[in-house]
């Protein structure tokens, strides 16, 4: 599950709930929301996650890949909102 995927990745850097929403600039309650699964994450939370901890999407919402791209191409904020949308609404993580 998506929630499960993000506290896994979470751990992985060795950061606290509290550490990744003060450094992705969202409340602490709405980053643990979205490890619950009580609310699915906006777009601009997984542009910043992808972006500030080189998350890889496709492993974030499928399990498939590995949690980390280290050798990603960089994209343009464009690019990444729109790859972002095409992934999410792929997996029914948003509404197409």
């Known amino acids: 599950m998506f929630g499960q995927r ?9 950061l606290s709930q509290e550490d990744i929403s003060t450094q992705i600039g969202i409340s602490y309650r709405a ?5 619950r699964e009580d609310r699915k994450p906006p777009i601009d939370f997984l542009e910043k996650l992808i972006t500030k901890f080189d998350v890889n999407l496709n492993w974030l919402v499928t399990g ?6 280290n050798q990603q191409p960089s994209l343009n904020n464009d690019e990444l909102e729109q790859r972002v949308v095409e992934v999410m609404k ?7």
Not at 6 to 14: D, E, G, P, T, V
Not at 90 to 96: A, D, R, S
Request: no cysteine; aromatic share 14%; proline share 0%.
């Open 6 to 14: 993000l506290q896994i990745a979470r751990k992985k850097l060795k």
């Open 31 to 35: 980053y643990s929301s979205y490890e």
């Open 64 to 69: 498939k890949g590995e949690m980390f791209l």
């Open 90 to 96: 792929k997996y029914g993580v948003i509404e197409k």
